[in-house]
DNA sequence: AACATCATTCAAAGCGATTTCAAATTTTGT
DNA sequence: ACAAAATTTGAAATCGCTTTGAATGATGTT
C-alpha cells in the first residue's frame, strides 16, 4: 500500500503551523487557535482550519508546543532492570499506557541498574523537564524515592503505599484484607500449616500481606511458624526452589498462599515432583493479577485466587496522574481498592 | 534524607541557561559551547562553567534544546497491547533501555489496541516529530508498518525480518539454523514424530523456524505430519491446552519443540498431567530467550534450548538505531545472530 | 609602531508553537 | 446614520536553547 518516494516531491518536510496558515492565507494565531478551540474564531473559519490540517496531514512539532506551553505532555515510568521489568511491569504499563495514549501524553520509560541510578533519574527528569508527573511503583515503607519526588516537586502517584512524613497520592489493593480472607478460608477448611510466599522483604505490600496472614491466623488463635514465611521475587523459579525445601518440612504445610501467578506455577510444580495432587493433598490460593495470557480458570486444577487487576491498576493511576495535574490535592487521591476471593479447585479441606 | 522546602526559598524554578551564564558573569552563547563540548572557549571557563553547572544542578530544557536543534532524543516503541506487552517484550525494552540510558535518549513507550491504531502512532510520531527512530518488532512477511515508516522517513531499526521492496536495517536470530538443529537433534535421537509449538502464523521467525524444522525433517527422510505443528502465542495456558491434546494423538509425538520457554513450561505440566516423565518418556527443547527470572539450568528436568538473549538483541538494536541515525545505510546494517544449542536433561533418546 | 592572526567572547537570529495586545471588521442600539 | 459593542483576525513577544556572524582583546610579525 504504502509506497516510498524519492520522487521530485521534495523532501516532504514536516508541515508547520507557518505552512498551514500561509496554505489557509490565515495568519498563525488564528489558525493556532482555530485548532485549540478558542472560542473567538468564526465557526465557518475553523472548520476551514480543521479540515486542512487532516487534510494536510498537520499536527503540531512536539518539543515547540512543550517549549511554548510548559507541559511536557508526558509521564515517566523509571524501571530497574531486570528486577522490575518482569510480567507484572509489563501489564501495568500497558493499562497506564492504554490511558494514556488517546490524551497525546507520552509515556517516557526508563530503565536504570541500581537504586542509586534510579534517584538520579528521577532529578534528570526533573531538571530537564521532560515529564509533568511521573507514576512510583512497588515502594518500600519509607521509600526515598517518594521523599525525592516531593523535594523534587514533580507530581506522582504511587501505585502501594508508603509511610513518609508528607501527604501523597495513592492507588492501591486491600493485600492486608486479601491475605486476610484467603488465610482465614484454609483455616476454615482445617489447615493448619499454611505457607507463605510473600514478596520481597522491605516492599509495602509484603508487609501489608503478612499482617494479613497473621491477622487470620491469630483470630483464630493458630500459633505462628516462621518457617513457614519466604519473601522473595515472584518468579516460577524461586518458588520453585522454595517449595521444593518447603515440602520437606515436617510436618509440611498443607497449604500455600503464593505471591503471584508465577509463583504458583512453581509451587505446582514442586507440589507434582513430590507426588502430591494439588487440591486434594495440598491446598493453595494464589494471588492473581490477571495475566492476558494466565487465566486461573484454565489452569488444572483451576486455582483459587485473591483477584485484582494491575492493568486496570494501571488505567487508574494514568487517570489519577491527570487529576493531580489538573490541581486535586495529593491528599485528596487515595484509592484501596478491595481484592477479590475466588475458590476454585485448588483449595479444598486439609487431609488428614 | 530528602526534605520538602516550602520555605521562602521561592518555588525553585529549574534554572535556565540564563540564570546560569548570569551567575557566571558570561554569556548563554560561552555557557552554552563550553557545556557541549566547542573547542572554542577557554579551557579555564570551560572548568568554571562545568562546575558551576553541576553544583547548582543545571540542566537544559529539554524541549528547548530539541527545538532548537531539531532532534528529538527520542526513540519509540509502539506495542500492540494485551498480545505483545509480555515478558519478551519486556525483556527486550529493558536491552534497549540499556544502552540509551547514558546517552540521554529516552525511550518512548506508545501502547495501541489493533492494528489500525498502530499505524496511525507511526503517523502521529511522525507528524509532531517526537523521535527521531523507532525500533520495528515482530514483522510478518511483508510488514506493513515497515512500509509505512519507510514512507514516513522515519528511521528505524528492525527486529527479525521483513521481504519488502526496499532494504531495511535489521537484526534477528537464526531461527532456521536453530531449528533445524534441535530437530535434526531430535531426530539423531530416535524421535519420529516432534511435535513443533510455533509462533503466530504470519510472522516471519514462525515462518523461519517452520522451515528449519520442515528441513531437518526431510533432510533425513522423516515425512511431516501437519498435525505436529500448531501455532499460537507463547503463554504458558495455551501451550498447556494444546500439549494436552496433541498428548492425546495416536502415535502421540515423542518429542516437543517449544517456542518459549513460557510454552514448555505450560507442555511440560501437561506432560507430567499425562502421567509421563520428561527426559525419559518424552523429550522438550525448549527456545529460551534467556529471562532472568527463568533459568533453564535450575528447571527439573533442566531444559534444553536454543538460546538467544533477548535482553542483548535489544541493546544492539539500540547501538544500531545510533548507527543509522549518524548516517550508516539501513542497506548496511544487517546482522543475523547465531543460537546456541544447549543440551540438558528435557532430550533423550525417544524410548521404544 | 602598525598590521595581520588567533583565541575568546557576545549579541542577536532562529527553532515552531502559544498567547498578549492591538487592529480591523461586523453587528447592534438609538 | 453614527457611535458603541461585539466579533474576528493579526503582529509581535515569548518559551529556553543552539548557532551565526561580529566584536574584542591578546599575540605575533615586519
Redesign the pocket.
Known sequence: MAHRSDEPSGPK?????????EHL????????????GY????????RRVAEAASALG????A???R????RAGAIGLVLRGADELGPHMSEFLSGVGAYMANREIDVLVTTVASQQEELAAYRRLAASQKVDAVVLHSPTLKDERAELLLDLKIPFVLHGRTNIGHPVAWLDIDNTGALERATGHLLDLGHRRIALFNGLKGRTFSQHREIGYLAALSARGVPFDSALIVNTAFTDEIAFRMAQSMLELRPRPTAFLAGSMMTALGIFRAIRQAGLELGRDVSMIAHDDVFPYLNADNMYPTMSTTRSSIRQAGTRIAELIAQVLAGKPAEDVHELWPVELVLRESSGPASP
Open positions: 518536510a514536516a508541515m508547520r503551523l507557518k505552512d498551514l496558515a492565507g490565515l495568519s498563525q494565531t488564528t489558525v493556532s487557535r482555530a485548532l485549540n472560542p473567538e474564531v468564526n465557526e465557518a473559519t475553523r498537520y499536527r503540531p512539532n518539543s515547540a508546543l517549549l511554548a506551553t510548559g
